[in-house]
């Protein structure tokens, strides 16, 4: 892979922010769903995404600054044990014993039964299996030919309502394969951000899984309207609630409360609830609309022509 940092087009030095604002300039830009017939968008996705992995783990990051890692976040290679070639050595080339990691791997795909000639990997415990497919210290070969080949990585959709994206709730997320999978949503999820499930993508032929990016999408909701970080929703109360003032029942994000609606509240405005929008970030705007009785009623139609003859007002220019 190359240098993440390239992949996000951001400098060495660029602060979680920038880094967090390229993934997402460029996860918006080649997205699988934006993107349906061009499979080079596909790839450049996933290379910006492992990219976006990398950098934005803390620990990661340091460790491939220090050249302690590779782009694919494997250890670099360091040789085998004292006669193997050294940190200067080129990757793959042949140690002391004439045998490099490209005649390991090729050895191996030969049918010699996953591990070198002489048995286990020196030094293994206990006389494990060696893993020809792990890359740095597990394997002995660094970027390339030792790095672990994963199978291939899966792109799902997880639609969830505003009231679990709120409470970073878990939800069930269906695998391609039809596996279901109970997904726990990130503090302050945002739309289109994508969560990384390690080793549930699809199998390579020797049972090595890629992984599943799950994109989360907001569903419309009947109760509430984003708009940014602010929800806003309708509240129907009645004539006499809306002149004389009233308690009523609000819904939120966080579930119901109770608002004190102000006699002759003005309608044209909506009622602001600080803090109980979505993440806490934003606020919750309250439209009043005032519902007549059904079927009509007299006295509401003596007292609305009164009003009209005796006591009119203006709502219009």
């Not at 390229?22 to 990219?51: I, V, W």
């Not at 890629?210 to 999408?217: E, H, K, N």
């Amino acid at each position: 892979m190359r240098d993440p940092y390239t992949v996000l087009g951001v400098p060495r030095s660029a602060s979680e922010k920038d880094i967090k604002s390229a993934y997402r300039k460029l996860a918006k830009k080649y997205h699988p769903d934006q993107n349906p017939e061009d499979p080079s968008a596909h790839g450049k996705f996933a290379e910006a995404t492992h990219a976006y992995d990398l950098l934005n783990d803390g620990e990661k990051r340091g460790q491939y600054d220090r050249g302690e890692i590779d782009a694919e976040g494997n250890p670099r290679f360091a040789g085998f044990g004292n006669g193997g070639a050294g940190r200067g050595a080129r990757p793959g080339a042949a140690g002391a014993g004439g045998f490099s990691a490209e005649d390991i791997l090729k050895e191996f795909m030969s049918g010699f039964g996953g591990q070198p000639r002489g048995g286990p990997r020196p030094g293994a415990a206990g006389g494990a299996q060696w893993d020809p497919f792990a890359g740095g210290a597990t394997g002995g070969a660094g970027a390339g030919a030792g790095a672990r080949m994963k199978g291939d990585d899966v792109v799902v959709n997880a639609t969830v309502s505003l009231e679990d994206a709120h409470k970073a709730a878990s939800v069930p997320v269906r695998m391609p394969s039809g596996k279901m999978l109970n997904v726990k949503l990130p503090e302050k999820v945002e739309e289109g951000q994508q969560i990384r499930l390690k080793g549930q993508g699809t199998p390579n032929a020797f049972g090595e899984p890629g992984d599943a990016l799950v994109t989360v999408r907001f569903e419309k909701s009947k109760t509430f309207r984003r708009d940014g970080r602010d929800v806003r929703t309708d509240v129907a109360v009645t004539l006499y609630e809306a002149v004389l003032g009233a308690k009523v029942r609000v819904p939120t994000l966080d579930g119901s409360v109770e608002l004190n609606l102000p006699p002759g509240v003005d309608t044209s405005k909506a009622l602001r609830l600080k803090g109980k929008g979505l993440h806490g970030d934003g606020d919750l705007y309250v439209n009043i609309r005032v519902v007549l009785p059904p079927g009509g009623d007299p006295d509401l139609e003596a007292l609305a022509r009164f009003m009209r003859d005796q006591k009119p007002y203006k709502v219009r220019d």
